[in-house]
Nanobody
Framework: QVQLVESGGGLVQAGGSLRLSCVVS????????FAWYRQAPGKQRELVAG???????NYADSTKGRFTISRDYDKKALFLQMNSLKPEDTADYYC?????????WGQGTQVTVSS
C-alpha cells in the first residue's frame, strides 16, 4: 500500500520558518501532480503549492514569495520551505500525489503560527 508520510509541522511564531517534508513509500510517480494542500478549521482544503504534470510550479497567491516547493526524485520526496509565516497559515498541511488512476494523500502535519 502506498503511503505519503509528512513531517516538519509544529508551532512557530509569526515571522518564523518551517520546512515540511513528504516521502512516498513506494516507487510511484506523481505524473499528474505532486503538491501541498492545507485545511484550516472550518475552511475548505486549498492548494498551497504544487508541481503540475508538466513540471511547472503553482503557488497560492497567499504563499507566493514566502513558500518554496521542491522535490527530490531519488528520495521520492516533496518539500515545502515556509518563510515569513503568518497566523493565517495555521492549518493541517497535506501532501498529495496524483497519477494515472490514483490519488494519494498523506495523513497531514499540523502547522500552528502564533501571533
Amino acid at each position: 500500500q502506498v503511503q505519503l508520510v509528512e513531517s516538519g509541522g509544529g508551532l512557530v511564531q509569526a515571522g518564523g520558518s518551517l520546512r515540511l517534508s513528504c516521502v512516498v513509500s513506494k516507487s510511484i510517480f506523481c505524473f499528474n501532480g505532486f503538491a501541498w494542500y492545507r485545511q484550516a478549521p472550518g475552511k475548505q482544503r486549498e492548494l498551497v503549492a504544487g508541481f503540475s504534470s508538466g513540471g511547472r510550479t503553482n503557488y497560492a497567491d497567499s504563499t507566493k514569495g514566502r513558500f518554496t516547493i521542491s522535490r527530490d526524485y531519488d528520495k521520492k520526496a516533496l518539500f515545502l520551505q515556509m518563510n515569513s509565516l503568518k497566523p493565517e497559515d495555521t492549518a493541517d498541511y497535506y501532501c498529495n500525489c496524483r497519477g494515472p488512476g490514483y490519488d494519494y494523500w498523506g495523513q497531514g502535519t499540523q502547522v500552528t503560527v502564533s501571533s
